[in-house]
């Protein structure tokens, strides 16, 4: 069964404070995506990544940075933990296949105080 | 840039079919139309892909109008499991965005 694991389901954080979302997919796929997703405005692309070591500007990079060392881990980073940053995290992975599907993790729900 | 639009929410008795739409007037002529669905407290998941013919696989149809600005998916006997939110996505390239999408209830 394909998957796409992520770290934490629930993860409690204070402002300030730095964050690491991991993101593992066991399909040997090159594209990784990390998405956010907040009510009434749907699911919104941070970053992606076509490759190791390559990473692209999604809709709203500004906050967060990225790492992809190995094929098969995409990590979401955020520096500073903002308030506004609460939100749930969604990674996915995909083939080189522009028509491919896309496989989801089941989200990371981060809490910022 | 949204280049979809749907419905925020559709109502379907259970057991009856449900027809899903989505507007992509602008679309080209290489665009794929895919639809991925998201149970509550899930990830989305892949449902169906089509570029001009209408496709059909275990969990639903895709009916696609031969102008090809808009396409339909179709559940063809809706159950309690299929209530969820449903994206119709026109991918760019490797990216996909993803609107609102149409949240669908099945009343029992």
């Known amino acids: 069964d394909v998957k796409v694991t992520q770290s934490s389901r629930y993860l409690v954080k204070r402002t300030g404070e730095k964050v690491f979302l991991e993101c593992v997919q066991d399909?040997?796929?090159?594209?990784m995506f990390w998405y956010r997703q907040d009510p009434g405005l749907g699911l919104r692309l941070i970053y992606f990544s076509y490759d190791v070591k390559m990473k692209e500007k999604g809709d709203i990079p500004e906050g967060y940075s990225v790492s992809r060392e190995k094929k098969e881990r995409f990590s979401l980073i955020l520096e500073s933990a903002s308030t506004n940053q609460t939100s749930m995290y969604l990674c996915?992975?995909?083939?080189?296949?522009?028509?491919?599907?896309?496989?989801f993790g089941e989200g990371s729900r981060l809490t910022v105080l | 840039d949204a280049k979809t639009t749907q419905p925020n929410s559709m109502e379907s008795n259970e057991e009856e079919p449900v027809h899903l739409p989505c507007n992509h007037s602008?679309?080209?002529?290489?665009?794929?139309i895919h639809w991925y669905r998201q149970l509550p407290s899930q990830g989305p998941e892949y449902v169906i892909h089509g570029l001009t013919s209408n496709v059909n696989n275990r969990m639903a149809s895709l009916a696609i109008a031969e102008d090809r600005k808009s396409s339909t998916l179709i559940l063809h006997r809706a159950t309690l499991r299929d209530a969820a939110v449903y994206y119709c996505?026109?991918?760019?390239?490797?990216?996909?965005?993803f609107g609102t999408g149409t949240s669908l209830t099945v009343i029992p």
């Open positions: 399909m040997d796929h090159e594209n």
């Open positions: 602008t679309i080209s002529g290489t665009d794929y």
């Open positions: 996915a992975s995909g083939t080189r296949d522009p028509y491919g599907e896309l496989f």
């Open positions: 996505i026109l991918p760019t390239g490797n990216q996909f965005y």
